[in-house]
């Protein structure tokens, strides 16, 4: 199982994700649940880290493991607002569609 940890902030913008486990949807290397959490989060990610105000810290200690952490000025709010809202949907169609592999867990932290 797959469990994935998502803070929001006091504006509901992604504040920190977390993502751990393996779905067991499949064998290693031809997992669809596995690979559908990992290309959005990393994605997700990577379209973040290069954008203007908006401040990306992140680990995958080991397989299975990752978490990132984010900070925004003005300038970076309404873009990682669209990502953010982009990484929650995907991960929430993948977790309604295989919950017996993925859950999503979203609180909003003030």
């Known amino acids: 199982m797959i469990r994935v940890d998502v803070a929001l902030d006091e504006a509901g913008l992604l504040k920190s994700c977390s993502v751990q ?35 990306v810290r ?5 397989r299975g493991s990752f978490s990132v952490e984010t900070e925004y000025t003005a300038e970076g ?3 990682l607002d669209a ?8 991960l929430l169609s993948v977790s309604q569609e295989f ?7 979203i609180e909003r932290r003030n």
Do not use: W, Y
């Open 21 to 55: 486990g393996h779905a067991g949807a499949g064998e290693r290397g031809n997992d669809i649940v596995c690979a559908a959490v990992s290309v959005l989060s990393r994605t997700t990610i990577r379209v973040l880290s290069g954008r203007k105000g908006i401040s």
């Open 83 to 90: 990502a953010g809202t982009f990484l929650i949907e995907g």
């Open 77 to 79: 709010k309404e873009f």
């Open 58 to 62: 992140g680990s995958i200690p080991e």
């Open 99 to 105: 919950p017996d592999n993925c859950m999503v867990n």
